[in-house]
């Protein structure tokens, strides 16, 4: 008996729907997509910075290194097609008084990661570029920029649809099985209540927080198994709309495998500042801000906005970022892999999609596709 679907697609956050798009491109037709939530891009994709990464933060020889680096040109070009709107606006990374040789490192690494354009200024020219910051030097990073999230993701759905692939949203995964002849069988929990099954020969897990539990359906104790840290933002005041022209970056926090309390800019001119990281024990989908953050983030923020107020902040929203790490490494990387050597051929795990997985999903998109249709 043939599956129902070729392909089932779990999660439809910017990397589910990156592989949808990808496969739709391709000309696949069979496919299914299970959302938990009433929409598409609900979760960790639509609680972020909306940063067009360069990739010159991660390890070289990291898969978040490869794919950030690979992607950066490859989304502005599908955003000039598709008509998302983004801007090219480039950042900032700043070091104030005695950071000089962290900076040069990151320069070195960004070098070696293939990044473009970037070099280092001084203070007069970051004065130049940004007058209400303050930094002794700089890295400027021309190929850095912000987009829309929803545009994004709105555009990978459409192309989706476009093949008549099917979604099923408000559907939560219970189980995962075999078929006697060897396709995968869904269970799926429909609306908190109704239960029913789908057959599949593919299965690309992309579940983002959920991913390692989804993973473990299939894989047992052999699953790869994620760490949660909880991000939150602060948004400056109409005063600071405008005021800005690049993202403002200080250095990474290490500790935190964060890229630290930095500056972003919207589509509308307005300034927000974040995130924080504070590691959960548990994943307890709480995205409440923490108003007892304010003077935090107006410590940090306050090191390279001289003229910022405490009043001039106020809540914004959060976001849970899924982390990933191999062995004891300090900076998280993803888990990208087609299961066959484990016994499960067809099964794609995509795990611990966090930043810079808005930049990375395309080329991840795209990666999938060619291992399923060829």
């Given at each position: 008996?043939?599956?129902?679907?070729?392909?089932?697609?779990?999660?439809?956050?910017?990397?589910?729907?990156?592989?949808?798009?990808?496969?739709?491109?391709?000309?696949?037709?069979?496919?299914?997509?299970?959302?938990?939530?009433?929409?598409?891009?609900?979760?960790?994709?639509?609680?972020?910075?909306?940063?067009?990464?360069?990739?010159?933060?991660?390890?070289?020889?990291?898969?978040?290194?490869?794919?950030?680096?690979?992607?950066?040109?490859?989304?502005?070009?599908?955003?000039?097609?598709?008509?998302?709107?983004?801007?090219?606006?480039?950042?900032?990374?700043?070091?104030?008084?005695?950071?000089?040789?962290?900076?040069?490192?990151?320069?070195?690494?960004?070098?070696?990661?293939?990044?473009?354009?970037?070099?280092?200024?001084?203070?007069?020219?970051?004065?130049?570029?940004?007058?209400?910051?303050?930094?002794?030097?700089?890295?400027?990073?021309?190929?850095?920029?912000?987009?829309?999230?929803?545009?994004?993701?709105?555009?990978?759905?459409?192309?989706?649809?476009?093949?008549?692939h099917d979604t099923l949203f408000m559907s939560s995964v219970k189980n995962v099985g075999?078929?006697?002849?060897?396709a995968y069988e869904i269970t799926i929990i429909e609306h908190g209540s109704t239960e029913?099954?789908?057959?599949?020969?593919?299965?690309?897990?992309?579940?983002?927080?959920?991913?390692?539990?989804?993973?473990?359906?299939?894989?047992?104790?052999?699953?790869?198994?994620?760490?949660?840290?909880?991000?939150?933002?602060?948004?400056?005041?109409?005063?600071?709309?405008?005021?800005?022209?690049?993202?403002?970056?200080?250095?990474?926090?290490?500790?935190?495998?964060?890229?630290?309390?930095?500056?972003?800019?919207?589509?509308?001119?307005?300034?927000?500042?974040?995130?924080?990281?504070?590691?959960?024990?548990?994943?307890?989908?709480?995205?409440?801000?923490?108003?007892?953050?304010?003077?935090?983030?107006?410590?940090?923020?306050?090191?390279?906005?001289?003229?910022?107020?405490?009043?001039?902040?106020?809540?914004?929203?959060?976001?849970?970022?899924?982390?990933?790490?191999?062995?004891?490494?300090?900076?998280?990387?993803?888990?990208?892999?087609?299961?066959?050597?484990?016994?499960?051929?067809?099964?794609?795990?995509?795990?611990?999609?966090?930043?810079?997985?808005?930049?990375?999903?395309?080329?991840?998109?795209?990666?999938?596709?060619?291992?399923?249709?060829?």
């Amino acid at each position: 008996m043939s599956a129902d679907y070729n392909i089932i697609i779990i999660g439809a956050g910017v990397v589910g729907l990156a592989a949808a798009r990808a496969i739709a491109e391709k000309g696949e037709t069979s496919v299914l997509i299970i959302e938990k939530e009433d929409g598409f891009g609900h979760g960790i994709s639509s609680r972020n910075s909306e940063v067009i990464h360069s990739g010159i933060y991660y390890n070289q020889g990291s898969i978040k290194a490869a794919y950030c680096s690979r992607a950066n040109k490859r989304l502005y070009q599908f955003c000039d097609k598709e008509n998302v709107w983004y801007n090219n606006c480039g950042k900032l990374v700043i070091a104030q008084q005695g950071q000089d040789p962290a900076l040069q490192d990151l320069y070195q690494q960004g070098i070696l990661n293939g990044v473009d354009g970037i070099r280092l200024i001084n203070k007069n020219e970051i004065a130049s570029l940004e007058p209400n910051i303050a930094a002794e030097t700089a890295l400027f990073i021309p190929s850095t920029g912000i987009i829309s999230a929803n545009e994004l993701m709105s555009a990978f759905y459409r192309i989706s649809a476009s093949r008549e692939h099917d979604t099923l949203f408000m559907s939560s995964v219970k189980n995962v099985g075999k078929t006697e002849s060897g396709a995968y069988e869904i269970t799926i929990i429909e609306h908190g209540s109704t239960e029913s099954s789908v057959t599949a020969n593919w299965v690309i897990n992309a579940a983002g927080l959920h991913s390692d539990a989804i993973a473990e359906l299939v894989m047992g104790n052999t699953a790869p198994s994620l760490k949660f840290s909880k991000g939150e933002y602060f948004k400056l005041s109409s005063q600071w709309a405008n005021k800005f022209s690049h993202l403002v970056y200080p250095l990474p926090d290490i500790k935190h495998d964060t890229l630290g309390i930095h500056l972003s800019i919207d589509q509308s001119g307005f300034a927000k500042l974040g995130p924080s990281a504070a590691w959960l024990d548990s994943l307890n989908e709480n995205y409440s801000v923490d108003e007892d953050l304010k003077s935090v983030f107006y410590d940090e923020a306050k090191k390279y906005i001289p003229d910022l107020d405490i009043d001039d902040l106020s809540a914004d929203y959060s976001g849970i970022r899924p982390k990933y790490f191999v062995n004891n490494d300090q900076q998280s990387d993803y888990y990208i892999k087609h299961e066959k050597d484990a016994g499960l051929a067809g099964w794609i795990n995509l795990v611990g999609i966090d930043s810079p997985g808005l930049t990375a999903a395309i080329s991840i998109g795209e990666d999938v596709a060619e291992w399923i249709i060829n």
